[in-house]
């Protein structure tokens, strides 16, 4: 061997350790991400506001429709919504668990019967081994969380669903929907006064309106004010 290779052979060497004990490549986190609006109520959002932020990684008004092609957009987005602990335990290997964990938390909200959300919902619970636990916080009280140590997917797959279970035991299926804004299927909770929320966001109740609108004009009841027809932005704008 000749010092030239043995040089090469050493750098190889040190380059495949390298790379082998690397951990895992994590991306730094979108200082860009725009949190679509009224998908959050809060920050730090809570676990239903997360529980929103995956389902409506499928965002039919969106092209493409799917956000969720790999990890990147929840991760910025549970990073936006001041989650950073759970997004960094979050990698690309999570993705099919967390596509089922998004279809699953989909039936829940738009569960027709209470029956059927029980059905969806319990197994989710054992699945995910969402039992609380006592945990003193802040202010040295003691509260119950779910997972309060667990982060990535293990902690999404026990704070989501129980986060639903527990607003299901508290307001049935009242507080939980999907868009009424055709053809939006983006899923909400409401937490109005009235609890009578339709859309995912004022963008569809706009649209929904301007379209009852151009109905009502069409058949003769409305004058030709056209009040409703105001420019908007592209949801597309949005992400
Ligand atoms: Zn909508």
Same mark, same amino acid.
């Given at each position: ?15 495949? *350790?390298?790379?082998?004990? $690397?951990?895992?490549? =994590?991306? $730094?986190?979108?200082?860009?991400? %725009?949190?679509?609006? @009224?998908?959050? *109520? ?7 506001? /997360? !529980? ?21 957009? &929840?991760?910025?987005? /549970? *990073?936006?919504?001041? *989650? ?30 209470? #029956?059927? !959300? ?9 699945? @995910?081994?969402?039992?609380? $636990? ?10 119950? $969380? ?8 293990? !902690? /999404?797959?026990?704070?989501?669903? %129980?986060?639903?279970? @527990?607003?299901?035991? #508290?307001?049935?299926?009242? +507080?939980? @929907? ?14 109005? +006064? ?18 009852? &609108? ?13 009040? &409703?027809?105001?420019?908007? =932005? ?6």
């Amino acid at each position: 061997m000749t010092a030239d290779t043995a040089i090469t052979s050493a750098a190889g060497v040190t380059a495949a *350790h390298r790379i082998e004990h $690397q951990p895992e490549h =994590t991306p $730094q986190p979108n200082a860009d991400f %725009a949190m679509p609006p @009224g998908w959050i *109520h809060r920050l730090p959002a809570d676990d239903l506001d /997360l !529980a929103v932020l995956l389902v409506n990684s499928m965002d039919l008004l969106e092209d493409p429709p799917d956000r969720l092609t790999s990890v990147h957009w &929840y991760r910025d987005a /549970l *990073h936006a919504a001041g *989650h950073g602990d759970i997004a960094e335990g979050l990698t690309e290997a999570d993705l099919p668990s967390l596509l089922e964990l998004r279809a699953l938390l989909r039936l829940v909200f738009s569960a027709a019967t209470l #029956e059927e !959300a029980v059905e969806i919902v319990n197994p989710m619970l054992v699945r @995910g081994g969402a039992v609380p $636990q006592l945990v003193v916080d802040d202010d040295g009280r003691p509260v119950l $969380q779910v997972a309060p140590q667990a982060t990535g997917l293990e !902690a /999404l797959s026990a704070r989501l669903p %129980a986060a639903a279970a @527990g607003l299901i035991a #508290e307001s049935e299926l009242r +507080r939980l @929907g999907t868009c009424a804004g055709t053809p939006c299927e983006c899923a909400f909770v409401d937490r109005s +006064r009235s609890g009578s929320r339709r859309f995912c966001s004022d963008w569809c109740n706009d649209r929904a309106a301007a379209a009852a &609108y151009r109905a009502r004009r069409k058949a003769g009841q409305e004058p030709a004010t056209p009040n &409703y027809e105001q420019p908007r =932005t592209s949801p597309a704008a949005w992400a």
